[in-house]
Every structure is written in C-alpha cells, then in structure tokens.
C-alpha cells in the first residue's frame, strides 16, 4: 500500500510525483540505473530525485544522469531554490491512457515534497479480487482522517478497460472495413480470373492439346491472379504506412511498423487470394481441348 500525489505546472510539461519508497515496486516501474528512493531520503536529508527514461534521454543524451544537481518544480529559475540530486533513473509510464505517450517525470519523496499537492492517491497491490477490499480500504483511510474525502476506488483493470473502450468504437469500424475490403477484394480476384479464363478457352485448349499438363494451366492461372494479389499488396503496404502515421495514437505495444503484423496480413491476403483463384484455375484445367477447339 503505498501513496502517490502529482503535480504539472511548469512550461516542459514534466510531471512530479511524490511518493512513498515501495512505490515502484508496487506499480512495478523498472529500475534502468541508480537506485530506488529509500527510507533515507527524508525531510533534512538531501534531496533525491528519480527521473523518467524519456527524460534522461533528452536531458542527459551523452552523460549519466546519475549523481546530477538539478532544480525541479516552481521556481526553477530562482537562486534560492534548492538543488536535488538524481539517484535513479526509471521506467516511463502511462499515466492518464495507454494511447498517450509517457511524459517526462521525475519522483521524490513525500517527506522531501515542497509544494501543495493537486491530488492524491493510495495504491494497493493485492492477490485475489481487489474490488472486495474497497470497503476495508475505505475504512482504513477514514481510520486516519474520518474527514478524507475519497474521490475515486477503481481497480487496475477497470482504470484499463476504459482507456481502452475509448478506442473499441473507432477499432471496431476498421476492423469491419477491413473485413468487407477483404471480401470485396477476393470476390474481385475471382470475377477477374473468372472472366479471364472464359475469354482464353480456346488458347487453352490449345496449350492443352499441344501436351499442357494440368499443373501447367493451374501455374498458368494462378500466377496470373497471384500477380494482381502481388500489385495490390504492393500498394496497400504504401497507404498502410500512410495511413498508420493518422492511427498511431491508438496504437501501443505495437509499433507502426511492426514486422509481425505486415507479415501476418500480407499472409492472409495472400491465403484468400489462392483460395479466390483455384476455383478458376482449376475449372480451366479441365477443359476438353476437343470440345475448346471444335466450338473455336
């Protein structure tokens, strides 16, 4: 059970969090350097900061951030305000949904906390059904002040669920657009190859009765179908790559170039594709060359 409260008023948009020292292993943020604040880091002791991954990146790029003299929070500017130091380097985390990317943070501890806080909150790890113990972790808080008003209790998973439902709308449009252009492009491949091989009967007939076997129309054909799946594939790849740079807020976990997924739905088409085109490559393979020829 550990406490967090934040605050974000400066001009860079960086996040401060102060916390207790379990914290992080609480929330499960990984540790990338330093240490952990600790029991230590208390009211009269130096202050100690932990900072963000992203932030590192773009305030240190060449150097370790470890055992850097910072300011932090209102009026950095002053030169009164005092100096912390960062012990630690962590994770970035989401904070507010999981289609918004982490913002810069640093941490320290609620002992070692300057400014009034804007808000609150008491994070609890627990095994089993976390939404049993609300009334118990409500009592508890009012145990220490009958007169603390609680906000909000929402489990992780609750807090999840509706980051995510805000996309499940938009996510479910494409998805059924995806669905109907898939159908609509396998029932374009077969209506093509269709009418392709009624046109080329009689050159197939021919090919037939000069000693064609019928794995050589069926290659013949299905090269011919693959080749327009090919052209296509192609081309979508070009707009999917266009198209992810408008989506890319609501993706995460997956990058907008992610092999596995090109991959995966290049397999696909080319899988409903096949199927599009035996049916017409196969019905040509079987034509009488006799009968072709005769009504040539």
Known sequence: MQLESHRNDNSE???????????????????????????????????AVLISESFARRKFPNQTPIGQRVRVGAGVGHADRSWATIVGVVGDVKQTSLTISASDAFYTTMTQWDWVDHAQSLVVRTRGDAAALTPAIRNAIWSVDKDQPIIRIATMDALLAKSQAERHFALTLFEVFGIVALILAAVGIYGVLSGSVAERMPEIGVRTALGASRRDILVLILRQGMTLTGIGVVIGLGGAVTAS????????????????????????LAGVSGIACWMPAWRAAKVDPSITLRAG
């Open 245 to 268: 740079q408008v989506i890319i807020s609501m993706l995460y976990g997956v990058s907008r170039f992610d092999p596995v997924t090109y991959f995966g739905v290049i397999a696909l």
């Open 13 to 47: 948009g960086l996040l401060q969090y102060a916390v207790s020292p379990a914290y992080f292993d609480t929330m499960k943020i990984p540790l990338k350097g330093g240490r952990l604040l600790d029991e230590g880091d208390r009211a009269g002791a130096p202050t």
